[in-house]
């Protein structure tokens, strides 16, 4: 197995079980926009130590000219995309909730195109219109009122696909960054944009709660047993996500990423006990398998 497809994996694994602690966080004492806090605040201090230890001999590697522009653009992104399906857990289901994220492995090709003029194959068309078909069944919710238009473009629709594009936008911008790092290890490459990731925002969703909701920021540390779990999962899919991202396409690493689809359905069933319609099950497998294509047919 290739080293960037097993961090790919150990991502998902790390991710799907931040994504439910947030959930419960979310439910329970915290809003959205504290969930989405608390995984940056507690993943920051074991970041800035790990980087300590790694660079405590060869200091800090050169950085391009592009670093800090591709590391802020990626940081909101992920903040905003975060925040919109953090939003949609509240809406949907869990694994529904993730699936509808899930739109960004699709929308990786065509961000990646657009920003850093990489060449899609026929292939990731059909998947990009295989995906398409599976997103449109997952976000008709019959339980609304009006006609077919109405059903459709909902705000949970419109949540998701939002968290697809932007997350598709802070992946590329990421990989772009940690090509800017001047080291030949991947793992450095990965930690050192990691850490200025985390950095800009602590330091500005921090800012934007004591502007915004002071009381937020007592809730996430009164929440320290499980939000200090969220820092540690975050800590450890971020790292796993930006070494792949250092060593191979932002889109394949997403197609690759997309187990964690299956393994939020087992999340979802065993943990919150949620159950699936036939619809929403069609519509997975739809998602599943434009995933798959890409994989196959990059």
């Known amino acids: 197995m290739e080293l960037w497809v097993a961090v790919t994996l150990a991502a998902a ?3 799907t079980a931040r994504f439910m602690l947030q959930k419960h966080l979310a439910g329970a004492a915290l809003n959205v926009a504290g969930a989405t806090f608390s995984r940056f605040i507690y993943s920051a201090p074991l970041i800035a130590l790990l980087l300590a230890v790694m660079l405590r001999d060869t200091g800090l590697p050169d950085l391009g000219a592009a670093f ?3 590391v802020v653009v990626g940081a909101v992104a992920q903040v905003i995309a975060t925040l919109c399906v953090v939003a949609v857990f509240a809406m949907r289901n869990f694994a529904v909730g993730i699936t509808l994220m899930k739109t960004e492995t699709v929308l990786t090709v065509v961000v990646g195109f657009a920003l850093l003029g990489e060449v899609v194959s026929g292939w990731a068309l ?3 219109l295989i995906g398409l078909g599976g997103v449109l069944m997952l976000t008709d919710m ?3 009122e009006g006609g077919w238009l109405h ?6 629709a419109g949540l998701g696909l939002a968290s697809g594009a932007i997350f598709a936008v802070s992946s590329v911008t990421y990989r772009a960054a940690s090509l800017q790092v001047a080291s030949d290890q991947p793992f450095i490459r990965a930690l050192v944009t990691l850490a200025a990731v985390v950095a800009v925002q602590v330091v500005g969703m921090g800012a934007w709660l004591v502007w915004r909701d002071r009381d937020q920021l007592v ?4 929440a320290w047993r499980v939000a200090g779990w969220v820092g540690v999962a975050s800590m450890g899919g971020s790292l796993c996500w930006f070494t792949a991202f250092t060593l191979q396409n932002a889109a394949l690493v997403k197609a690759v990423g997309q187990v964690e689809l299956l393994l939020s359905v087992i999340a979802g069933a065993v943990v ?3 159950s699936l319609s036939r619809r929403e099950i069609a519509g997975m497998v739809l998602v599943s398998a434009s995933v798959l294509t890409l994989v196959l047919f990059p």
Request: aromatic share 16%.
């Open 151 to 156: 059903r459709l473009w909902n705000r949970a």
């Open 68 to 70: 800090w522009p591709n």
């Open 13 to 15: 694994v790390f991710q």
């Open 219 to 222: 809730r996430v540390l009164r």
């Open 126 to 128: 059909v998947a990009i």
């Open 272 to 274: 919150f006990r949620e």
């Open 142 to 144: 019959p339980g609304l």
